[in-house]
């Protein structure tokens, strides 16, 4: 179960990482937060299924 999760709980670092360094540069996000939400919620659901089916 362990294994399942940490490719998501690094992924979640890194974006935390990247925010973090974007708010301190005072930088905006390359995407538009509701586009870029959608579209990451997309590909995991996406990722989720097809590993399910296989």
Known sequence: MAEAVLPYLQAL??????????????????????????GLAGMLLGHTLLSALL
């Open 13 to 38: 670092a890194a974006g935390v990482l990247i925010g973090t360094v974007y708010a301190l540069l005072r930088v905006r996000s390359p995407a538009p937060p509701l586009y870029g939400l959608a």
